[in-house]
């Protein structure tokens, strides 16, 4: 069963995409913030991370800086309210780019994408 991180200061889109992804038969943890994230992929090893952009104290596209540089293969799925970030050069390092919607169907088409394309670890 493939784990997912979700990083969202919202807590109704921790919820709503926890319930969703474990329906769909995801395990799933969450992290309201950027706090410590690194040390928590370290402990959970997530097989793919959703980043939120615009946290409160945290920048998301800083965020997956940090995830590259220590997790380079880890799939980073950029999950935004605004399109406008897709322009920032920095979310070029995201694997894929989705616009938040409560219609999750895009958000689980790139998490299986994200899955299927991994590199096996060695």
Same mark, same amino acid.
């Given at each position: 069963?493939?784990?997912?991180?979700?990083?969202?200061?919202?807590?109704?889109?921790?919820?709503?995409?926890?319930?969703?992804?474990?329906?769909?038969?995801?395990?799933?943890?969450?992290?309201?913030?950027?706090?410590?994230?690194?040390? #928590?992929? +370290?402990?959970? #090893?997530?097989?793919?991370?959703?980043?939120?952009?615009?946290?409160?104290?945290?920048?998301?596209?800083?965020?997956?800086?940090?995830?590259?540089?220590?997790?380079?293969?880890?799939?980073?799925?950029?999950?935004?309210?605004?399109?406008?970030?897709?322009?920032?050069?920095?979310?070029?390092?995201?694997?894929?780019?989705?616009? #938040?919607?409560?219609?999750?169907? +895009?958000?689980?088409?790139?998490?299986?994408?994200?899955?299927?394309?991994?590199?096996?670890?060695?």
């Amino acid at each position: 069963m493939a784990k997912i991180l979700v990083v969202d200061d919202e807590e109704h889109i921790r919820l709503l995409y926890s319930e969703e992804l474990s329906e769909a038969g995801y395990e799933v943890i969450t992290a309201a913030d950027g706090y410590k994230l690194i040390e #928590k992929i +370290e402990e959970q #090893k997530p097989d793919v991370v959703i980043l939120d952009i615009k946290m409160i104290d945290y920048n998301g596209l800083d965020l997956l800086q940090k995830i590259r540089n220590k997790f380079y293969n880890l799939p980073v799925i950029l999950c935004t309210a605004y399109d406008t970030f897709k322009e920032d050069i920095k979310s070029i390092a995201a694997d894929y780019y989705v616009i #938040k919607s409560f219609d999750l169907t +895009e958000l689980k088409n790139k998490i299986s994408m994200a899955l299927d394309a991994r590199v096996p670890s060695s």
